[in-house]
């Protein structure tokens, strides 16, 4: 994988730097796995919006991804590496030798012609092999990590993203976040093997306004140049401050934990993340 910097023929390319692709095997998605995504421009069922600087952007269509892995003891073959642009990672299109075919987050490394399996006995610590964390040997870098037996991947699944599977005891492992939190996870979940694809995601430079609002991302007012009605760091003579970050709703920002003391997971975290 690599970026490329656009040369400075106009002012919005200047400091471009876009994904090279290098990865990508085809521009076609599969019709069967394809969905319709509506937009809500950020509204409910009412029409009332309640989430704000959302709106636009360029037309897409959802991709189904497999993010249980369900198909165990059926070995897939990597028929593509394809661009997603609902998420950052890519994907990868495997045909299935029942036939079927299904999208899972690409991990990097993943090649054209490659066999994935997934299953709780007899899967090998390959990258894209998706196996129970009881099975993985330690210090074993793994992505889309699941949180309850079954529920899917819901942990380390944008681009880049890994953890580490650190030491086993009972029926609980622990594994190193991206993040840096360390977690109890019970040991039947499922994770993959392998770094999640295109990492060099972060590298990468808009250059314009214009690439954000294809994003279907809208403008962003600052609250210190709002009226009190609208912000708390709102309002006051000339340039002022706005008083101490906050959110609009009033709530402390820059440090002000949210999370719960009486959560019920809180036990399952061994080391917060870092700062």
């Known amino acids: 994988m690599s970026v490329r910097k656009l040369k400075p023929i106009t002012s919005a390319q200047r400091f471009r730097v876009v994904n090279g692709f290098d990865a990508i095997t085809t521009d076609k998605p599969e019709k069967s796995l394809l969905v319709p995504n509506k937009r809500s421009g950020g509204r409910n069922n009412r029409g009332k919006m309640t989430m704000r600087q959302i709106g636009g952007g360029h037309k897409r269509k959802y991709r189904i991804i497999d993010f249980k892995r369900d198909k165990a003891g059926v070995p897939g073959e990597v028929a593509s590496i394809q661009y997603d642009p609902n998420r950052t990672a890519f994907i990868a299109l495997l045909n299935y030798q029942d036939g079927e075919k299904r999208y899972i987050i690409a991990q990097n490394g993943l090649q ?16 894209g092999n998706a196996m129970p964390l009881s099975e993985i040997p ?28 650190m030491a086993r005891d009972g029926k609980f492992a622990t594994v190193k976040l991206p993040s840096g939190e360390t977690r109890l996870i019970l040991v039947e979940c499922l994770a993959t093997i392998g770094v999640i ?3 060099d995601h972060q590298l990468t430079v808009s250059g314009k306004a214009g690439r954000s609002r294809w994003l279907g991302r809208r403008p962003r007012v600052r609250p210190v140049v709002m009226n009190p009605v609208d912000h708390p760091m709102g309002g006051g003579e000339g340039k002022s401050s706005g008083g101490h970050p906050r959110s609009r709703n009033g709530i402390p920002a820059k440090g002000f934990r949210t999370r719960s003391k009486t959560k019920a997971s809180n036990k399952y975290i061994v080391e917060r993340r870092k700062k």
């Open 138 to 165: 330690l210090g074993t870098i793994i992505s889309c990590i699941e949180l309850r037996p079954g529920q899917g991947a819901v942990m380390a699944r944008s681009a880049g993203a890994f953890a580490q599977l």
């Open 112 to 127: 054209v012609g490659q066999n994935v399996f997934s299953g709780r006995e007899g899967v090998a610590p390959e990258i």
């Open 197 to 199: 694809s295109n990492s």
